[in-house]
Nanobody, 123 residues
Framework: QVQLVESGGGSVQAGGSLRLSCAAS????????MGWFRQAPGQEREGVAF???????DYPDSVKGRVTIFRDDTKSTLYLQMNSLQPEDTAMYYC?????????????????WGQGTQVTVSS
C-alpha cells in the first residue's frame, strides 16, 4: 500500500534552513506528481512545492526562490530544501502524492498524504 513518511522538521531561527524528507513506498515515485503542503493552525492547507513526473517543478510566488523540491528516484524519497525561513513559515508540513502525472496546486489533487512534520521558525 502507498505510504508517505516525512522527517526533518524542527525548530530554527529566522534566516535558517531545513531540509524535509519524505520516504515513499508502495509505488514508483517518478510516476506521479508529488507535492509539499503546509498548514498552520487556523489556516487552510496550502501548496508549497510540486514536482511533476517529468521532473518539472512548480512553486507558488509566496515561497519561490526560498524553497527547492527534488526527488531521488533511487531512494524513492522526496525532499524540500527550505532557506531563509521566516516565522510565517511555521506550520505542519505534509508530503502528498498526486492523482496522476500532472500536478494540481490544490489539496484536492492529491490522494495520499503523510502524517506531517512540524516546522517552527522563531524570530
Amino acid at each position: 500500500q502507498v505510504q508517505l513518511v516525512e522527517s526533518g522538521g524542527g525548530s530554527v531561527q529566522a534566516g535558517g534552513s531545513l531540509r524535509l524528507s519524505c520516504a515513499a513506498s508502495g509505488y514508483t515515485i517518478s510516476w506521479f506528481c508529488m507535492g509539499w503542503f503546509r498548514q498552520a493552525p487556523g489556516q487552510e492547507r496550502e501548496g508549497v512545492a510540486f514536482i511533476y513526473s517529468t521532473g518539472r517543478v512548480d512553486y507558488p510566488d509566496s515561497v519561490k526562490g526560498r524553497v527547492t523540491i527534488f526527488r531521488d528516484d533511487t531512494k524513492s524519497t522526496l525532499y524540500l530544501q527550505m532557506n531563509s525561513l521566516q516565522p510565517e513559515d511555521t506550520a505542519m508540513y505534509y508530503c502528498a502524492r498526486g492523482r496522476g502525472l500532472y500536478c494540481v496546486r490544490s489539496a484536492s489533487g492529491f490522494g495520499y498524504w503523510g502524517q506531517g512534520t512540524q516546522v517552527t521558525v522563531s524570530s
